[in-house]
Nanobody
Framework: QVQLVESGGGLVQPGGSLRLSCAAS????????MGWYRQAPGKQRELVAA???????NYGDSVKGRFTISRDNAKNTLYLQMNSLKVEDTAVYYC?????????WGQGTQVTVSS
């Protein structure tokens, strides 16, 4: 079973940037569509961005134009480049397949945007 480990989160000021990484212990090839999700305090987990094996991507309206998702299947790694961060981007960020596989959620990585 694939295990996912997210990293790259931290504290950043509004307008700043972060790059998140998601390392998979096994091959990501069978996860045809992968996504980044986030969960803010008191809110449900939501899909932020998704990428099909290859270069086809899709983004939530709140992050479109600011976030970029990419994947490197050779390295079994998923990335999320986040620019122009806003306070409302504060959340724990997770990666998973899309639709998500319930048994492989990782610990997530905390992103805090604050001045």
């Amino acid at each position: 079973q694939v295990q996912l480990v997210e990293s790259g989160g931290g504290l950043v000021q509004p307008g700043g940037s972060l790059r998140l990484s998601c390392a998979a212990s096994g091959s990501m090839d069978r996860m045809y569509v992968m996504g980044w999700y986030r969960q803010a305090p008191g809110k449900q987990r939501e899909l932020v961005a998704a990428i099909v094996s290859g270069t086809t991507t899709n983004y939530g309206d709140s992050v479109k134009g600011r976030f970029t998702i990419s994947r490197d299947n050779a390295k079994n790694t998923l990335y999320l480049q986040m620019n122009s961060l806003k306070v409302e981007d504060t959340a724990v960020y997770y990666c998973n397949a899309y639709p998500p596989m319930p048994n492989i959620w990782g610990q997530g990585t905390q992103v805090t945007v604050s001045s």
